[in-house]
């Protein structure tokens, strides 16, 4: 049997399912606008569109545009294209049911909406398979449903407005002071007068060009790691607050989750609105409350994205317990890694919290020399109380 | 012109594209639209351009980026030398101050950098804006003007059209993220490591005289050793140079002499940490593996 799907006979044409088909890209968080559409339209005119493969590859050239979008792409265009032969029921996107199924919060009732019978807010049959044979999406069943937290039930907005300026004054507390020298700068705020001097000889002693100096802002560029592993799953709502205000209040930030993988936030914290910020951040937290395996995540992260963002300039945030289930040496080894990268690494433990915590647990122990410093943080004001602390690193 | 058309031609001029690969370009030939490619160094993101430009026989425009990158040094400049040589010539000549005024602010004074040189040739050329994201966020934006109209403001001089549409090519190694709008306007293709026949294919078309089965082993173990836990990943361009050493050395089989093959691996790891890593042991493992 073809894998190709079969659109139903009084679907509109080939611009209506491009249309649907980038609105389903919308729907599982890339940002394409109408344009795209169009470009994808022209793009399949100057391919072989009856072929699957070139169509998938002219269709991922023009709809995304960031490796992790390209790595998800063919899932994407899996799950739409190539339904096992099934006929699509909704082509067009409708605004009765726009958004996802996985980003729907416990206010909305569940539902599918490929069924021949229902709609995608009204509850289910029993067991959550297809109404009928050969015309459903497949999709997931209620049990992986219940397994899967939406992580906006955790996190208010007021939570966010507050963390976010937590996280701008720790932000400003991190960037060192300014520099006493001046530095040739585009727009400084002094006249370099030596350089303008010195480049006037080239036009015969007119300072032509007059150039400038300014204090350097030696910026200090925050990453944070979260953990987001059961053990942590209390304080996740003070934790996932501060990154989404993080990411907010400072443009270099950089935001990941760890349970058992390491996953890149960054781009879905960006977004503007932030509840939708933090409903993107719950799909890609697929595992949320599971397991621990800090060691390799943080190896993973040195391995991989420490490489392109992590350098002298950068203080790296740790929010874990420090509970792993990997041995300790793992830990100990991708922090000496981390360290060789010229940052200061900060963890930042809520057990710390406690009268008698001790970091008996080997991981937090193998990670101790690695630290800059190692503080408690339950909640955003202890976060706030950083501050000063953190100035002096 | 299909894609496979351009992979062949591609192909002729010493470059093996992957399909992916393939498509983007043609669709940013055919769409004329920028192409941003991204990809660990060393996987052949700036030879794309070159050899498009062998392929489209055109002129190859390359615009190197860095930090503190401005528009002077991308887009144009007055020639302020000769600018004032000719001032100082009129005064002598008794001309009058409009007359010398519309003279030096015109063409001939003007120096073309790479962007504004796109812009006016003749036949369209290929522009490589390499390494995008070490130029600041306000040069980013400051590109996006060029690439979605093509044109090109003096305030001096008023505003100069493309009179041909470059193919434009960014490459990025993501040190920093790029900007939406960016993306946006680009196709994106993110440039993998080649698989072992790619690779294969690769050495074959630019070192035709490797033998067959040392071709094979060189590309095995440069796949092999780009498996293990290393600092910087030995790039396409290293296997290239990896397999002249061999060949400049007269070694005939990679398994024979594991301290030659030590002492060419200098071609393939270039932190030290990586060359304490792989000692001549590991090396001799590792081409066993290969072999």
Known sequence: MSRVTKFAGRDPGPAARVAGFIAHLRQNGLRLGVAEADVALAALTHVNAIRPDDARRALRAVCTGCKEEAERFDDLFDGFWMDMGRVKQKVIPKQTATANDDVHSSRDAQGEDAGASGSATAPDAEGGEADSDGTGKLIATRQRNLNRRDLRDLVRPEEIAEAEAVARRLGAALRDRRSRRRIAARRGDRLHFRKTIRQSLATGGEPLRLLRKKRPDRTRKIVALCDVSGSMSVYAQVFLAFLAGLLRADTAADAYLFHTRLVRITEALRDKDAMRAIGRMSLMADGFGGGSRIGPSLMRFADTYAKRFVDGRSVVLILSDGYDTEPPAQIDEALAKLRKRGCKIIWLNPLKGWADYAPVAEGMAAALPHLAAFKAANTLADLAALEAELASL | MTYRALQEDMAACGYVASDDLAVALQLALSLGRPLLLEGAAGVGKTEVA??????????????????????????????????????????????????????????????????????????????????????????????????????????????????????????????????????????????????????????????????????????????????????????????????????????????????????????????????????????????????
């Open chain 2, 50 to 291: 070159r050899t498009l430009a062998t392929v489209k026989d055109t002129a190859l425009i390359r615009l190197q980026c860095y930090e503190g990158l401005d528009a002077a040094q991308a887009i144009y400049e007055w020639n302020y030398q000769r600018q004032l040589l000719t001032i100082r010539a009129a005064s002598e000549a008794g001309e009058t101050g409009k007359t010398v005024e519309e003279r030096i602010f015109s063409r001939e004074f003007l120096l073309e950098r790479p962007l504004l040189a796109a812009i006016t040739q003749d036949v369209a050329p290929v522009l490589l804006i390499d390494e995008i994201d070490r130029a600041d966020e306000e040069f980013e934006a400051y590109l996006l003007e060029i690439l979605s109209d093509f044109q090109i403001s003096i305030p001096e001089l008023g505003t100069i059209t493309a009179t041909t549409r470059p193919i434009v090519i960014l490459t990025s190694n993501g040190t920093r993220d790029l900007s939406d709008a960016l993306r946006r306007r680009c196709l994106y293709t993110y440039v993998e490591y080649p698989d072992r026949a790619t690779e294969l294919a690769i050495l074959r078309a630019r070192c035709p005289e490797v033998e067959a089965r040392l071709a094979d082993q060189i590309v095995g173990f440069v796949q092999k050793l780009r498996e293990e836990e290393l600092e910087k990943t030995p790039g396409v361009a290293e296997m290239l140079d990896f397999a002249a050493a061999l060949m400049g050395l007269g070694i005939a089989d990679l398994t024979d002499d594991p301290a030659i093959l030590q002492s060419t691996l200098t071609t393939l790891l270039k932190t030290q940490s990586d060359q304490a890593q792989i000692t001549s042991e590991v090396a001799g493992r590792i081409a066993g593996k290969a072999a």
